[in-house]
Structures are given as C-alpha cells and as structure tokens.
C-alpha cells in the first residue's frame, strides 16, 4: 500500500517569511495529493490539491509543486500570518473515487508575529 | 450542494459504556464514507471505510466497529468504551465518481473517563 512521509514535524517561522512542507509517497501509481489544513480544535480542510498531469499549482499565497520522477510534493506558503499557524496534512491516492487517501503525519506550523 | 453532519460535538463517558457516533452526508448519492480518530491532536487513522450500504472495510481492530445502514448515513459504535478510546473522531466523505479530496464532518471529542 501507499505510504506518505512529511517533513519536518513542527516548523516554526517569522510572519512574512516562507514556509515549505515536503512529503515523499511510495505507490508510483498515485496521481492525486491534497493538502489539508487542521486549526486548534477544527477540522481538517482542504486547502489546495493537485493532480500528476500538472507540475505546480499557486492560489494566492500558496503553492504546490509536484515531482512525479522523485515521487515528492511539497507545499509552499508565501507571506506567513498569524492565521497560518495549524497543522498541515498531505495526503496520496490513486486517481479513483474509490482509492482512499493516505495522510502524512502533519506538520504542526507557527507563525510568530 | 452537498453537507456532512456530524454528532454530538462532544461527548464524556465511563469506561465500560456503550457509543454510538453518527454522521450524515446530505446533496450527494452513494458517496464513500469514512471514519477517522485523531489522538494527540496530530495524526489520523482511519478506522472504518464504506463504499456501499453494509460494505465496511476495517483497518484497525479493535473494539470499535461501524456501519451503514443507509446510502448516506455512518455509524460508529462501541460495546465497552476503554480509555485508550479518547480522541476526536472525524467522518469524512468522497464522491466515487471522481477522485477528490475528502470533505470531513466537524468532529466529536470523545472523553473516556
């Protein structure tokens, strides 16, 4: 089955610097990786996604980017606020509404004023 | 459009005691259902998944179980609670017609005591 690593686990940052989150998965066969975003106490929300067919993908101030050859993807954040402070999930599965997706462990993301 | 209800929000029991957790997808037909715990507030497991009324797919065992006894409804449910059951329990849904990302319910934090 598929397995997603992320990195780093904790990632502390100055608002207005940048922010990168990295994740590697196993299965050459997944061709759709989401981004969630998961605040104190809420759920999870989907922030960003994308699919293999696209290399990299910007909505405002984030971005990600995807390297199907290495079989890594990360997610870039532009500008931090205060507001981007959360954990941050990425997630692999095979382009199929019935493939589940597999979660990397999170990366816990403040952003100090 | 489509919602997914989740309920309670919160929820305090001894150890010993029964559970019963319910989640509804509403604006969709035949969605594949999900339930998730999230201990620690960091990682999340999947439980249960559903691709159909009464298919249930058990990823971990133990003494949880799920069902689904109609197209857009998911049940969660314990017959002895431990305390090592505490968490905060999310269901999710997917449309099986396209690969997408998981829209996730607003979550119950389960205390066990």
């Known amino acids: 089955g598929e397995n997603v690593e992320q990195h780093p686990s904790t990632l502390s940052v100055q608002e207005g610097d940048s922010a990168v989150i990295k994740c590697t998965y196993s299965d050459s066969a997944s061709n759709y990786f989401p981004w969630y975003k998961q605040e104190l106490g809420k759920r999870p929300q989907l922030i960003i996604d994308?699919?293999?067919?696209?290399g990299e993908k910007k909505d405002q101030r984030i971005a990600v980017t995807l390297n199907k050859t290495a079989k890594h993807f990360s997610l870039h954040i532009t500008e931090t606020q205060p507001e981007d402070s959360a954990v941050y999930f990425c997630a692999a599965s095979r382009n199929s509404g019935y493939s589940t997706l597999t979660f990397g462990k999170g990366t816990m993301l403040l952003v100090s004023p | 459009s489509q919602t997914i209800h989740q309920w309670p929000a919160t929820l305090v029991q001894p150890v010993g005691s029964p559970l019963s957790l319910e989640c509804t997808v509403e604006g969709t037909s035949n969605p594949n259902l999900y339930w998730y715990r999230q201990a620690a507030g960091r990682g999340l497991q999947l439980l249960f998944y559903s691709v159909g009324i009464g298919q249930i797919s058990s990823e971990v065992p133990q003494n949880l179980s799920a069902s689904r006894p109609q197209d857009r409804q998911f049940i969660l449910s314990s017959k002895k609670l431990l305390l090592s059951d505490s968490g905060f329990y999310l269901c999710?849904?997917?449309?099986?017609?396209?690969?997408?990302?998981?829209?996730f319910g607003s979550g119950t934090r389960l205390t066990v005591v």
């Open positions: 994308i699919r293999s067919n696209v």
């Open positions: 999710a849904w997917r449309d099986t017609r396209r690969a997408t990302g998981y829209t």
